[in-house]
């Protein structure tokens, strides 16, 4: 068997498409231009990157965009101060603070000081509790995306066995939760479980978010299952060269492709999916703050 590709990167065009279809119409019916504010504290390399790419995206797709570049030493209470402002700037649906802080800074103090309904990346612990007891709230990006793929990949998720591996606040407890509301039958593996290749073996659905490279080889996969690749490794790569690296994920990927149903290459698996779920959650937030129907479609 050669599984399925599930192919990330065009994915996350076609929910971009959405996306910019809905502030279309929020614009044209409503006079409504949705609103995502970034931001960033420091100037770690990676965090600047992904928030150009975030501006980016949410200008193609018709929205505004507001980024907040702070100092690496700016205090917490001049950060708090920002957040606050933005809360209660009616132009903005969508706070996100780019993780991780400075070490001076409390990360959880910072996230929990974000409006619930503004938390577009669906930390805030009101939008945790929410979602835990199946409620409406504002979902993480990178679960909400693994759950559109799964959703479009098998259609119905009803009766189908979960596993996934790692237990983050920012992905295996949400996209448990995610997959117990489809109705999954739902296991939470990480590192202590026993006999881990055995119960990953069992399920029909693997989400792999453990942040080791490769950890998970084809010969714990069951035959056509679907595997979800959430981890971003970077590895060396003598073979392109003298300090070459390359990128992998938490799977082994030709082994388990051997066996696998469908699976999620990395990079162009789950990764363009985040930022198409940031930007699908900014939508969801305008629309709940102004009363207005949801998009269908754009989230959980």
């Not at 960033?40 to 980016?56: N, T």
């Amino acid at each position: 068997m050669t599984a399925q590709v599930i192919d990330g990167k065009a994915f996350a065009a076609t929910v971009r498409e959405k996306v910019a279809g809905h502030v279309a119409r929020l614009k044209e019916e409503n006079g409504i231009t949705p609103g995502l504010a970034v931001v960033l504290v420091g100037e770690d390399p990676a965090s600047q990157v992904y928030v150009r790419s975030k501006g980016k995206q949410t200008v193609e797709v018709g929205m505004n965009s507001y980024e907040h570049k702070l100092d690496a030493d700016t205090s917490e209470a001049d950060l708090l101060a920002v957040i606050d402002a933005l809360n209660n700037d009616p132009t903005v649906h969508g706070i996100l603070v780019q993780l991780p802080l400075p070490k001076h800074l409390d990360e959880d103090l910072v996230i929990n000081s974000v409006a619930p309904e503004k938390d577009v990346d669906g930390f805030h612990i009101s939008n945790v509790g929410l979602l835990g007891t199946g409620q409406k709230s504002m979902v993480p990006c990178t679960p909400l995306g693994c759950l559109m793929m799964l959703r479009d990949h098998h259609g119905s998720l009803s009766g189908l066995d979960a596993v996934v591996i790692g237990r983050s606040n920012i992905v295996g407890k949400p996209m448990a939760q995610l997959l117990l509301g489809d109705s999954c039958t739902v296991t939470i593996a990480h590192s202590r479980t026993k006999d881990l290749p055995e119960v990953v073996k069992r399920a029909d659905i693997v989400v792999a978010a453990v942040g080791r490279p490769e950890m998970v080889p084809g010969d714990w996969i069951k035959e056509g299952a679907t595997v979800i690749d959430v981890g971003i490794n970077r590895i060396d790569a003598p073979e392109k060269g003298e300090g070459k690296t390359r990128l992998v994920g938490d799977v082994h990927y030709e082994s388990a492709a051997a066996v696998a149903g469908a699976i999620t290459p990395v990079p162009g698996g789950v990764g363009p999916m985040t930022i198409a779920c940031l930007l699908a959650n900014t939508v969801t937030a305008c629309c709940r703050a102004n009363g207005l129907a949801e998009p269908e479609g754009l989230t959980a």
